[in-house]
């Protein structure tokens, strides 16, 4: 079974600042997706990345895939209220078909 | 856009009861994915189908049953509920580029 680990799980700061998201594994996936989830909401795709190195950029949210596709990363720069949600990694596995494996999430908070 | 839909947003039931909780997509999509949501757990896949009448076990099946009869539906079945099936459920779709889109949720409760 593959996993994906999210750090940190819970994150709270204040508007303004930076902040990164981790999600990692020791399995290769062949695409990494993040989302991000609101409250009573599902998820929503936020991004794809596919290659190796690969870095993607959202308006203030920078996603990185790690060169070896075992690991990614997402950077939010001068965070805002709006940001507030759960984020969420999921891996496509090499072998896995269309299944996903979904980290457990960084719950993000951004304060005014 | 994609529409996912999901039959309650919130459900009470008891224990034993049979609970059916329905999905449904107006995107023509093949695939369709049933996931628990639990704090600190992630989403767990329990059941997902690639076409109609066709359904795989996820990581976590036991308890659960699906139904594929048309292709925008897809059914979760809780034959007998019991307390530790509590939790948000989401049904998912995903296009031919693995991008998934969820419905709302469903919060169900089980007493």
């Known amino acids: 079974t593959q996993l994906l680990e999210q750090s940190p799980q819970f994150l709270s700061i204040q508007e303004g600042e930076n902040l990164t998201v981790y999600c990692n594994s020791s399995?290769?996936?062949?695409?990494l997706q993040w989302y991000r989830q609101e409250p009573g909401e599902g998820p929503v795709l936020l991004v794809t990345v596919v290659t190796g190195g690969e870095v993607k950029k959202l308006k203030r949210l920078t996603f990185q895939f790690g060169d070896a596709r075992k690991d990614s990363s997402l950077h939010i720069t001068a965070a805002q209220p709006g940001d507030t949600g759960l984020y969420l990694c999921?891996?496509?596995?090499?072998?896995?078909?269309?299944?996903?494996?979904f980290g457990e999430g960084t719950q993000l908070t951004v304060n005014p | 856009d994609v529409k996912v839909t999901q039959s309650s947003r919130y459900l009470v039931k008891r224990t034993g009861e049979k609970v059916f909780l329905e999905c449904v997509q107006d995107?023509?999509?093949?695939?369709m994915f049933w996931y628990r949501q639990d704090p600190g757990l992630g989403l767990r896949l329990i059941y997902f189908?690639?076409?109609?009448?066709?359904?795989e076990k996820g990581d976590i099946p036991e308890g659960y049953s699906v139904s594929r009869e048309k292709k925008e539906r897809f059914s979760l079945i809780l034959e007998s509920a019991s307390t530790n099936q509590t939790s948000m459920y989401l049904c998912a779709t995903q296009t031919v580029t693995d991008t998934q889109y969820f419905g709302p949720g469903t919060r169900l409760t089980v007493l």
């Open positions: 399995s290769v996936f062949s695409s």
């Open positions: 189908s690639y076409d109609v009448k066709m359904k």
């Open positions: 999921a891996g496509e596995g090499e072998t896995s078909g269309s299944r996903l494996t």
């Open positions: 995107m023509d999509h093949e695939n």
